[in-house]
């Protein structure tokens, strides 16, 4: 880690005052590893070094890239034919709660943003169909099979197209329009598209990662409404829900769908999408993967989860952002909310620390506020920090801007404020470098600095990448085939490319809410402790069973289901995170994962 060596300390050394001097002595310094212009990548060749065979030179983004507020959102139609936020059955009923909000074991209501609601299971997915087929349910019935979610996000995107740049664009229903995806040999779309030959378009995608013979049960049919409605109909269409369907090809599904249309016909029956869905479904191979990333060999999610994302950015680049969400998680408040409120918080954060900020959990129960941590996170960095600029990798020609400053010191925390995140986690970062007991740790391709190299990793996947960072990401695969594990790929990439990371701490809460010794086995000391201010100095932490999210959890189903109406197990006592009242029972607002569906007995 010795190279990323608070970047503060190194500049000052060298340069003692802020002049146009500094610029260019900086210039000649990055110019060693760093692409400016084409003259340096053929001093680079002079020099011996392997230059990457990138087709065009990459363009450096401005220093500051504020956009401005949209206008005001439009009203859609829902499901039921009417104007949501005018359709008591088409609208969520939050409450406020009798009582103190309970206090997440990490993470935050405040400086996130998220409403203090709780919801029971009839208010949460009633307006989605959940009790529709008992005599007393309130709320006028819908014939899903007629509900076109596409259909619905298209109109809703049409009535709000004025507040959009002329770059967005509805999303075309593949069963009429062709999906764009193509074999790489055939395809229609430029090999490699680079962020700056596109406009904002102030759309972002939320990607649902499904694939065939995934059984679609009631439970996921709320979820995947919900879903559409709250983020894409009640946004006025500033999100679209695309399902990208992986076709399983590598377990023998024989049928080449991207043979012909009806080859991609046949796709669509094989894929099991019920009707509603199918106008966003996206289909997938194995095959598309490895036409357009033969240098990676591996393609499978466990190693790649993002191949599919970085060919959705290279095919559909008309949205600024794609979320990677998963079946198997839950929003337990209104997911439009939710993700717009992570999305707000990310966009508040200044860049100076958002790294160090990541590396590290926010407990209440151990430093209080947001305020407080974000202090104490700075103490242990003595103002500097370790992400300022690229994070120099040999290979990556980076695609961020030059900080403003040269010392980080010299920011007062404004550098990136206002502006959205390139990588936006759902978790805590660790870092590679240090000693850990990270099981692919080794598991590295395509640079010469192998597990040298500095990387990060957050899982779970479930993250938002811009546009930027994963046609950067493609070109690094396509060209070069650099390769890191799922859960590192945005992170990492981002921080190699000098991109915004952020991860907004969202309230998380734990099995085990008293267990002191299990919370300060996770705090580590915090940030005080760490020698560096990059993560706690030992990354080994307690197992995360009892986490409400959190990649191996298995307290997040009990949490679920037992609100939801059935208990996995009567060894399981009642969550302590439900609450009882009314003969109801009442969750708050978070995300849970992982929650995959009952099969009913
Ligand atoms: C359904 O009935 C409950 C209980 O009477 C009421 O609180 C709720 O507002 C009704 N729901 C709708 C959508 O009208
Ligand atoms: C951050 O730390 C530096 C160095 O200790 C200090 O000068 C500065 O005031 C701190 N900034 C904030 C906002 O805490």
Redesign the pocket.
Known sequence: MKALGLAGARTRRLFTRQTLFIALAICIIWALGVQFGGNVSERWAELGNQTPDFKEQPKRMPTHNVLPPLAERVACYGPRGRLLGES??DDL?TSEINGPYPTPWTGNYEETGLDLTVMNVDRRY?PYGYGEEREDY??SRVDWNQVDWGQLQNDCFERNRHRFPASATRFDDTRVTPPRFALRHVAKVPEVRHWHEFQPTRRTAVVVRAWRGFEYLPEDMYYLRSLVAETALKTGGEYQVILLVDMKDYEGYENDIFASEEAYKKGMEDAGVPPEFQSITLLWTNRLLDSWYPRVEEHLTIWQVFQPMQLLALHYPEFDHFWQVELDMRFMGDAGKFLDSLSAAARREPRKQSLERSSFLHMIAETGDYGEFFRVVNESNKGGSHAWGPMRVREILPIGPEPPVADPRDDNFEWGVGEDADALLTAFCQNANTPNTWIFRDWIYGLRTGVRTPRFYCPPAIQRGSRALLLAIHQAQLDLGIRIPSEATLPSFALWHGLKLSFPQHPVFHRDNDDVENRRGWWRGGPLASSTGLGPDNNDHPRGFGLSFWWESNWAKHVFNEWYGRKLSDKEPRPWIIKEWDGKLWLPNMILHPVKHIKKK
């Open positions: 008591p059955d009923q009633g309130n709320r």
